[in-house]
């Protein structure tokens, strides 16, 4: 029986993969993301597209509220941020898309900076209603500012490019949002096994201890949503890239509650959560709709009666995982590994 996992050097602390079998694991799965989009047809490829999207917007959230302990309902807005410069620069420069990216991500973070000013005064529920007003502030923006995005008609603008290729289908898009999003998600990895993801980590905890030891509470607040924000920018501008048009109504409140469900539904504080929180949220309301669309030969009322059932299933399925396992998917992964680790001579 393992009964315990002991550290004999700060590398083997600080390592992501901590044995053989999970590098052969990870190897085995990028090459199944590898293969997927050339055995997949256009549906499920638009799916991988979307999930890609919400994995790094997750991703970025979780840093801010999983691991730094700053709940934020301004993700959406952050998106649109970055979306919209995106779209800006795509219709103004015609920049290559690596620089678009960039740029949305450093002007989302920028913005990010600006919101999180407050994050030394309030917390908790105050900051989550900070972060609202933020995100409502901007979107009014986008609304209201009519010579930079379009006002309510919003922008429209060109496929990717690079080098002379152009990203104009889900076939090729998939091969920008999934390669970034594993990027985005080992970088994540990678911050927390420094001084700043463990100064995160120690404010969540416990701020005024982390002040104690030495932890500047407002620098390292700012760098959280800095971090988180700049991972909003980077999905809005895939967001924008994919969709190629760009409006206000594209990011609405709602879609700041949908990432932070995915967070607490797959595991706050836990990367991997973040991932299947985000493939959860977003595939769960489609397999819902393949499920009207098998019912109706058999009941052609189905989609009557399934259509505004949807949200109250789909909603009482985050409560349940709410209820009976409250750190989230992450948690049921990691017990099926400590099954299969000893399996089949568990005692």
Not at 35 to 60: E, H, K, N, Q, R
Not at 231 to 257: D, K
Request: with cysteine; charged share 10%; net charge neutral.
């Amino acid at each position: 029986m393992r009964i315990g996992d002991a550290k004999q050097s700060y590398e083997a602390d600080e390592a992501i993969w901590t044995t053989s079998t999970q590098k052969l694991w990870f190897g085995f799965f990028l090459l199944v993301l590898l293969v997927f989009p050339f055995m997949a047809d256009s549906y499920l490829l638009y799916l991988g597209c979307l999930v890609g999207i919400a994995v790094i917007s997750t991703t970025g959230l979780n840093i801010l509220t999983g691991f730094t302990g700053l709940i934020s309902l301004g993700q959406a807005g952050f998106m649109g941020v970055g979306a919209y410069t995106v779209a800006w620069l795509s219709v103004n420069t015609g920049l290559p898309f690596p620089v678009t990216l960039v740029l949305a991500g450093l002007m989302a973070a920028a913005v990010g900076i600006l919101v999180g000013l407050p994050s030394l005064r309030v917390k908790g529920l105050y900051l989550a209603i900070a972060t609202l007003a933020a995100s409502v502030f901007l979107h009014f923006i986008f609304a209201e500012w009519e010579s930079v995005t379009g006002g309510m008609g919003g922008l429209s603008l060109e496929p990717a490019h690079l080098f002379g290729w152009s990203f104009q289908s889900d076939f090729m898009m998939y091969f920008i949002i999934v390669p970034l999003a594993v990027l985005m998600v080992l970088a994540a990895a990678n911050v927390f096994r420094t001084r700043i993801g463990r100064a995160f980590i120690a404010i969540r905890d416990r701020d005024i201890s982390a002040e104690i030891l030495g932890i500047d509470l407002l620098r390292y607040k700012l760098m959280s949503f800095a971090l988180s924000s700049f991972y909003a920018g980077v999905a809005g501008g895939l967001f924008a890239y994919f969709y190629r048009v760009v409006t206000p109504e594209s990011f609405p409140l709602s879609m700041s509650i949908f990432y932070l469900a995915a967070v607490i539904v797959g595991g706050m504080g836990n990367l991997l959560g973040g991932i299947l929180g985000a493939a959860f949220m977003t595939l769960v309301p489609e397999a819902l709709k393949l499920l009207t669309a098998a019912l109706t030969p058999f009941y052609p009322n189905a989609p009557v009666f399934m259509s505004p059932m949807l949200e109250i299933i789909f909603g009482a399925l985050i409560v349940g995982f709410l209820i009976f396992e409250p750190h989230g998917l992450a948690e049921m992964w990691h017990r099926i590994r400590r099954f299969f680790r000893l399996w089949p001579f568990k005692n």
